[in-house]
């Protein structure tokens, strides 16, 4: 692949254009899209922020550890499965909530898959669910010493919310992600060590960030041939850095059919090239695991990047994608993230489909439902019972119930 000089690259709107090729040859068909640009800013993305993925051939397996079918006061189907990624590999636990009653009646149930700070155990109060052993971040409720105690169970729930989930007919899969490589920038663990025995000779590392999101593919593989789930309605959500996590899980695999990354901000939804909030120059310091070694060489030039944000949002269509907000906090840069939507719109109109409803950013408590959505709601940083509302909202409307 030719490597482009920033210089040279076309910008609309400030962002460097997605229906321009690095060789300069206009996107003017899905045709070209899919064959040819679509790859083209795959490749970028992973050479100069993310890192490549682990190019193994994973074949995960998952085995039922433990099962409760009247979870949620007989709302709920609850199991708790160990999958695992290949041989050797340490388990990774998902949690898997269905709703009774679609399983009543043999159909199959669309699917919310979260990627989650905490463990299995802090969205249940039932005492059977495994309390993590890995590394925890250690200031949620009932953690000590960055490791889960019996104090944490069900502390979660209201920022998972499994009840409206449920009683919207959609399922819940949830993993802990720091179970697949731990948050700080000094060790790595979880499935780090494994895959890099697996792959020695790999010259170039994935930031945390993309193996977190590779993970989220790992468990699609194993979701998916589940028929009591059903594999065309998956839904990627997060919050914050694990929003940056799930939008490049969408980004990356076609076989999330929605994506809702809340508040994920700079590194995710918000642009590189941006003024307010978290620049990349701050991310990559505080957090220089989560990207690779490249993304630092932009720290006091981001307008050198041959690509933004919308980048992702491109990648994802014509598939929805809901970017979610909060006033207060603008360290995500909230506006920003909208003229992200306004930049990736012009790929899903040349897919055929609407990508922004409203061209205009709306106003606080109004999704703007599009298949580019956004919504900002008063308030702070958190995922809450309102997010929630809106995200099952916006999945009903593109996914049905
Ligand atoms: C920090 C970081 C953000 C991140 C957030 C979170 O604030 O700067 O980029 O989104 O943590 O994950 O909560």
């Given at each position: 692949m030719?490597?482009?000089?920033?210089?040279?690259?076309?910008?609309?709107?400030?962002?460097?254009?997605l229906?321009?090729?690095?060789?300069?040859?206009?996107?003017?068909?899905?045709?070209?899209?899919?064959?040819?640009?679509?790859?083209?800013?795959?490749?970028?993305?992973?050479?100069y922020?993310?890192?490549?993925?682990?190019?193994?051939?994973?074949?995960?397996?998952?085995?039922?550890?433990?099962?409760?079918?009247?979870?949620?006061?007989?709302?709920?189907?609850?199991?708790?499965?160990?999958?695992?990624?290949?041989?050797?590999?340490?388990?990774?636990?998902?949690?898997?909530?269905?709703?009774?009653?679609?399983?009543?009646?043999?159909?199959?149930?669309?699917?919310?898959?979260?990627?989650?700070?905490?463990?299995?155990?802090?969205?249940?109060?039932?005492?059977?669910?495994?309390?993590?052993?890995?590394?925890?971040?250690?200031?949620?409720?009932g953690?000590?010493?960055?490791?889960?105690?019996?104090a944490?169970?069900?502390?979660?729930?209201?920022?998972?919310?499994?009840?409206?989930?449920?009683?919207?007919?959609?399922?819940?899969?949830?993993f802990?992600?720091?179970?697949?490589?731990?948050?700080?920038?000094?060790?790595?663990?979880?499935?780090q060590?494994?895959?890099?025995?697996?792959?020695?000779?790999?010259?170039?590392?994935?930031?945390?960030?993309?193996?977190?999101?590779?993970?989220?593919?790992?468990?699609?593989?194993?979701?998916?041939?589940?028929?009591?789930?059903?594999?065309?309605?998956?839904?990627?959500?997060?919050?914050?850095?694990?929003?940056?996590?799930?939008?490049?899980a969408?980004?990356?695999?076609?076989?999330?059919?929605?994506?809702?990354?809340?508040?994920a901000g700079?590194g995710?939804?918000?642009?590189?090239?941006?003024?307010?909030?978290?620049?990349?120059?701050r991310?990559?310091?505080?957090?220089?695991?989560?990207?690779?070694?490249?993304?630092?060489?932009?720290?006091?030039?981001?307008?050198?990047?041959?690509?933004?944000?919308?980048?992702?949002?491109?990648?994802?269509?014509?598939?929805?994608?809901?970017?979610?907000?909060?006033?207060?906090?603008?360290?995500?840069?909230?506006?920003?993230?909208?003229?992200?939507?306004?930049?990736?719109?012009?790929?899903?109109?040349?897919?055929?489909?609407?990508?922004?409803a409203?061209?205009?950013?709306?106003?606080?408590?109004?999704?703007?439902?599009?298949?580019?959505?956004?919504?900002?709601?008063?308030?702070?940083?958190?995922?809450?019972?309102?997010?929630?509302?809106?995200?099952?909202?916006?999945?009903?409307?593109?996914?049905?119930?």
């Amino acid at each position: 692949m030719h490597w482009p000089d920033p210089a040279d690259l076309p910008l609309v709107d400030g962002y460097p254009d997605l229906l321009v090729c690095l060789d300069g040859t206009p996107v003017k068909s899905a045709q070209l899209w899919r064959d040819k640009r679509r790859p083209e800013l795959i490749a970028l993305i992973q050479r100069y922020e993310y890192g490549s993925p682990p190019t193994i051939k994973a074949s995960p397996t998952a085995r039922t550890i433990h099962e409760n079918r009247s979870a949620l006061g007989g709302k709920a189907w609850l199991r708790e499965l160990a999958v695992t990624i290949g041989p050797g590999a340490p388990p990774i636990h998902l949690l898997v909530l269905l709703p009774t009653k679609k399983l009543e009646k043999r159909e199959p149930a669309p699917l919310f898959l979260g990627a989650s700070f905490t463990g299995n155990q802090t969205l249940t109060d039932d005492p059977a669910v495994r309390l993590p052993t890995c590394w925890q971040y250690g200031d949620y409720p009932g953690e000590t010493e960055h490791r889960a105690t019996e104090a944490t169970r069900g502390t979660q729930t209201k920022t998972w919310n499994p009840d409206l989930i449920l009683d919207a007919g959609y399922g819940l899969a949830v993993f802990q992600a720091t179970e697949a490589d731990r948050d700080t920038s000094t060790q790595r663990d979880g499935l780090q060590p494994w895959l890099r025995a697996q792959e020695p000779h790999t010259p170039e590392r994935w930031g945390t960030i993309a193996l977190w999101a590779w993970t989220i593919s790992r468990l699609i593989d194993v979701l998916v041939q589940d028929p009591a789930i059903d594999a065309r309605r998956i839904v990627s959500v997060g919050h914050s850095r694990l929003g940056k996590t799930v939008y490049l899980a969408a980004a990356l695999d076609e076989r999330i059919a929605m994506s809702i990354p809340l508040q994920a901000g700079c590194g995710g939804t918000a642009p590189a090239r941006c003024t307010t909030g978290e620049t990349i120059e701050r991310i990559n310091t505080v957090f220089p695991h989560w990207f690779n070694s490249h993304y630092k060489a932009f720290n006091d030039r981001p307008r050198a990047l041959p690509f933004d944000q919308h980048a992702l949002a491109a990648l994802i269509a014509p598939r929805p994608v809901l970017f979610a907000n909060a006033s207060e906090d603008q360290w995500a840069n909230p506006d920003g993230q909208f003229t992200i939507l306004q930049a990736a719109d012009p790929v899903y109109r040349l897919l055929g489909v609407q990508g922004l409803a409203h061209h205009a950013q709306p106003p606080l408590n109004t999704l703007s439902p599009g298949r580019l959505g956004y919504w900002q709601r008063p308030g702070r940083h958190e995922m809450n019972a309102q997010d929630w509302q809106t995200f099952i909202a916006y999945a009903k409307r593109h996914l049905g119930s």
